[in-house]
């Protein structure tokens, strides 16, 4: 069983920067991909970004290629997500996932563990 708690959200300027963290709790963080996702009020939870279990691969969504970047620190147990340039339309919950296995998809289904989210507004 993995527990995982996010923070860095905050409000923020267009063209600013945040720095998103997750902190998994339990045992071999390092057997878990993880991956961030997120969700604007009133549409569905869209994928951000897939990191493997090692750190050494990351895949991203084309709407935010570029300029967030994901990886981890697993003697930290933690992942984080480093968002530059944001975007009013980038405003939304964000949360951080796991799930045992190396593989890396882009559909929430596939994940079993899940944080609270963290709350991030970009204003214009």
């Known amino acids: 069983q993995v527990q995982l708690v996010e923070s860095g959200g905050g409000l923020v300027q267009a063209g600013g920067s945040l720095r998103l963290s997750c902190v998994a709790s339990g045992r071999l963080f390092s057997a878990y991909s993880m991956a961030w996702f997120r969700q604007a009020p009133g549409k569905e939870r869209e994928f951000v970004a897939a990191?493997?279990?090692?750190?050494?691969?990351?895949v991203y969504a084309d709407s935010i290629k570029g300029r967030f970047t994901g990886s981890r620190d697993n003697a930290k147990n933690t992942v984080y997500l480093q968002m530059n340039s944001l975007k009013p339309e980038d405003t939304a919950v964000y949360y951080c996932a796991g799930r045992n296995g190396a593989a890396l998809y882009a559909l929430a289904s596939e994940y079993s563990y899940w944080g609270q989210g963290t709350q991030v507004t970009v204003s214009s």
């Open positions: 990191i493997t279990r090692s750190g050494v691969s990351t």
